[in-house]
């Protein structure tokens, strides 16, 4: 099955404490990306990969390192993460990126809550 | 100004009501034009691509106005399954930064 596999789906933790979120997608996608969804806010881009070893900054980046040493993992590493972390992530990927067409649908994990006390 | 505004709503409508969604965005230079929808803090999904001739998907239309920088999607005969927030998405230039408006909530009610 054609999927996004996020993990924790859940995690509290304390602030200063490295965290490590997990994203495997199974497709084949060459481009992935990580959200966090804040009420009001909607889903903001924190960094977003093109392929193995190539990430750049969204909109959101501070706090946040990203690695793509293979094409089907995208980790999200808080290092020292603060309670305005706390937030809804998601990881998505796409074959591409690029002038709509059906091969630019973005898949989205499950989601991780993450709460930073 | 946020780059993609949405009216957060929520929309209340009843079954069999048409219902339209306006987003504007800001940068002229985007190239990509989505509408996702959203279930309860779920993953958000693909509606539907939105193309410059705009297009249709059974009782979903969607419209893109590149002059007035504004992306529709007017949905017909709405049912119970459609109560959701829409979220509308733009990719810039490259079509790799991808920016979400903060949705809009939907209610269709029997």
């Known amino acids: 099955e054609a999927q996004v596999t996020q993990n924790p789906r859940y995690l509290i933790t304390v602030t200063g404490k490295k965290l490590t979120v997990t994203c495997s997608q199974n497709?084949?996608?060459?481009?992935m990306s990580w959200y966090r969804q804040d009420p009001g806010l909607g889903l903001r881009q924190i960094y977003y990969?093109?392929?193995?070893?190539?990430?750049d900054k969204g909109d959101v980046p501070e706090g946040y390192k990203v690695s793509r040493k293979e094409k089907r993992n995208f980790p999200l590493i808080l290092e020292s993460p603060s309670p305005n972390q706390t937030s809804l992530y998601f990881c998505a990927s796409s074959f591409r990126a690029g002038p709509a067409r059906m091969d630019t649908e973005a898949f989205f994990g499950q989601g991780t809550r993450l709460t930073v006390v | 100004r946020k780059e993609v505004e949405q009216d957060p709503g929520p929309f209340n409508v009843p079954e069999g009501a048409t219902v339209a969604f306006n987003c504007t965005y800001s940068n002229s230079a985007s190239q990509s034009f989505f509408w996702y929808r959203q279930d309860c803090r779920k993953e958000p999904k693909l509606l539907m691509s939105v193309y410059s001739s705009g297009n249709e998907d059974g009782r979903f239309t969607a419209q893109l106005n590149r002059a007035s920088q504004y992306i529709s999607l007017l949905i017909r005969d709405s049912k119970l399954s459609d109560s959701a927030t829409y979220l509308c998405?733009?990719?810039?230039?490259?079509?790799?930064?991808?920016?979400f408006g903060a949705g809009t909530r939907l209610f269709v009610k029997a």
């Open positions: 998405v733009v990719q810039g230039t490259g079509g790799f930064k991808t920016i």
């Open positions: 497709m084949n996608h060459e481009y």
């Open positions: 990969s093109m392929n193995v070893e190539v990430t």
